[in-house]
């Protein structure tokens, strides 16, 4: 909701509870162990691109674009996120989504835009999105957002749009 924006979509599905959706979640917890099994975070920041105020031009080169997210809770393991290929909504869930997502260039691409390697908590951390920003902007009807996802076990936790706005 910052500065009118009303287009930031974000929830987390989990395979430990496979029905249930976590739309109104203030935090999404990346995760992967034996006891919550795999959880992802599912982001979007739709109507991005075209012209007049509060968007991006289609026609200015991209240099480069970061997804800046406040972490809550840190981990040791690495969290990597991919471009989403296959439509979701705030009120997904593992089941609706097919036991979850794939990287497997149909759900989602199967090389991440980029990964961060043990990111701790209490402080901002940034993905470079620029591969994703840049396809977009030549096809804004492809922007499905992006999975995060765990590499290993300790959840890695993280703001989400229902936290409300920080500055940083």
């Known amino acids: 909701g910052s500065h009118g924006y009303q287009a930031a979509f974000d929830t987390e599905i989990r395979e430990s509870s496979p029905s249930t959706s976590y739309a109104d979640n203030s935090t999404i917890s990346v995760d992967y162990n034996s006891s919550t099994r ?4 599912l982001i979007r920041f739709g109507d991005i691109f075209g012209s007049g105020a509060g968007v991006l031009p289609t026609d200015q080169p991209i240099v480069k674009a970061e997804l800046v997210l406040y ?3 840190g981990t040791y393991h690495d969290i990597s996120i991919y471009q989403m290929l296959a439509d979701w909504s705030e009120n997904s869930t593992w089941n609706t989504m097919n036991d979850g997502v794939s990287t497997d260039g149909y759900e989602a691409l199967a090389s991440a835009d980029d990964t ?3 990111p701790g908590s209490g402080d901002y951390y940034a993905f470079d999105v620029t591969a994703s920003l840049t396809n ?32 940083r």
Request: hydrophobic residues 25%; glycine residues 12%.
């Open 38 to 41: 795999d959880q992802q975070g």
């Open 71 to 73: 972490a809550t809770n």
């Open 116 to 118: 961060l390697y043990d």
């Open 136 to 167: 977009w902007q030549r096809d804004p009807a492809t922007n499905k957002g992006w999975v995060l996802r765990n590499n290993g076990w300790n959840g890695w936790d993280f703001r989400t749009s229902e936290y409300g706005t920080l500055s």
